[in-house]
């Protein structure tokens, strides 16, 4: 809160854009909307943004660097690339009041611009592709190489959904058995894993040399 | 397509309006573009709805109705609650070519009159319910009496997310590969039911009772 004043003023109207497209939708938020929320004048936000596509492009950007700061941290947290995934999963239960409210930030942006038929579509599924490679480099690490691309999706999709159901039932003891479930999920690919390296007698040292190179 | 000509001024404005709410959203949608897909005049269009509001009321009834007449039909089709399920897990991959591109229709409703606030969420919300309520019906016939609930949560719940991950990356072998998954995870559990049946020596018969009730 004390560093608020020394934010400038792009970065309030950018702020704002991100919390109202979220809370109310891309398409329903105006620019008066943006402009009342930071209390400037029309004349000061026209200065900053000619266009609601690029205050758009400004909001993915702060999603895209506000996450890939949340990975970075997350992998300097633990050195486990399944808790590293359990942390993901987590954000269900971590931000589960504003998912029951709104939904998932990522998914209905993606799902909105897509109806609008938005150029900015790609930019959104950035948003995705960031989680998915992270993802992705998680399971590799975990031993799971072939498929590991796919894992990232499943764990993706299934969060997805999570947070739409959640967000038409408010509904926590979902939430949390769906959380649990994706760990029972995560658990069983782990065991493959293990039990196929005992067989081979490989690829858990294999995996082990991967990791430490984090 | 006979008997298009048929059908009322209503009904064809609830269909084309349908159809642009799916497409493009619901606030995007003007009076002007259902009037124009449907080729009337503003003033016959205003004898049939004053308000967008009524028409996304009768939009979301005419959808109540239409899954409804899906639901009552896979009931007469297969008397297997297995197969019944199959039935709504396989949509993901019928209707493929339309949540690649606009999502699921019912999620992605629900998801925007949740940030509009709009007092007909409920109502939104009902469709979802209407499976929740059918697929529970199955899973209590499969002898899954005590989780029944919880199982049609999670199917419902898998089936958004992979539609809106369909909608972001447009991956048929993605949706495949997990409607797959999802059929494996549901022979889980009925594999589940019948070994506790077989160790009870009681469930299967019970289920197998109720099942020829329907």
Redesign the interface.
Known sequence: MSAMSEKTTREQIVEAADRLFY???Y??TSFADIADDVQISRGNFYYYFKTKDEILDAVIDRRLADRREMLARWEAETESPAERIRCYIKILVTNQADIK???CPL??L???L????HEAQGE??AL?TLFRSWLRRQFEALGHEAEAD?LA??V???????A??A???Q?NA?IR??VE?LFDWLDARIAEVKSAGEGAGKKVPRQRRRRAGH
Chains 1, 2 share one sequence.
Request: no cysteine; glycine share 10%; aromatic share 10%.
């Open positions: 809370r109310q939708g398409e329903h409210r709104y939904g998914g209905t993606s799902s909105e897509a109806k609008l038929n959104a599924k995705f796919a999706l499943h993706l999709a299934a969060s997805q959904g999570v739409t159901l967000n038409a039932y509904d979902f058995r769906e479930a």
